[in-house]
Nanobody
Framework: QVQLVESGGGLVQAGGSLRLSCAAS????????MGWYRQAPGKQRELVAV???????TYADSVKGRFTISRDDAKNTVHLQMNSLKAEDTAVYYC????????????????WGQGTQVTVSS
C-alpha cells in the first residue's frame, strides 16, 4: 500500500525557517510528480512547489526566493526548505505524489499525505 508520510511542521516566528520532508513508501515503480500543497483556514488548497517529470520544478509566486524543494530519488523523498517565513505561510501543508505503483496491478494514481501544520507567528 502506498503511503506518503510527512514530517517537520511546527510553530516558528516570522522570519524563521522550517524544513518539511515527505517520504513515499510502497511498491513504487516510478514517481512522475511529487511536491507540496497547502491549505489555509477558509481557503482552497494551493500548489506550493513540485517536481515534475524530467526534474523541473514549479513554485507558487508567493514562495519564490524563499522556499526550495529538493528530492532524494533513492529514498522517494522530497523536502521543502522554507526560509523567511511569513504569517501568511501559516497553513496545513500536504505532500502529493502522482506515481505508478503495484496494488494488485500496476497503475498510476495521485496520493496525498495526512498533512502537517505550519504556524508562523507575527
Amino acid at each position: 500500500q502506498v503511503q506518503l508520510v510527512e514530517s517537520g511542521g511546527g510553530l516558528v516566528q516570522a522570519g524563521g525557517s522550517l524544513r518539511l520532508s515527505c517520504a513515499a513508501s510502497g511498491n513504487i515503480l516510478r514517481i512522475n510528480v511529487m511536491g507540496w500543497y497547502r491549505q489555509a483556514p477558509g481557503k482552497q488548497r494551493e500548489l506550493v512547489a513540485v517536481f515534475i517529470s524530467g526534474g523541473s520544478t514549479t513554485y507558487a509566486d508567493s514562495v519564490k526566493g524563499r522556499f526550495t524543494i529538493s528530492r532524494d530519488d533513492a529514498k522517494n523523498t522530497v523536502h521543502l526548505q522554507m526560509n523567511s517565513l511569513k504569517a501568511e505561510d501559516t497553513a496545513v501543508y500536504y505532500c502529493n505524489a502522482e506515481l505508478v505503483a503495484y496494488q494488485g496491478r500496476w497503475s498510476q494514481q495521485s496520493y496525498w499525505g495526512q498533512g502537517t501544520q505550519v504556524t508562523v507567528s507575527s
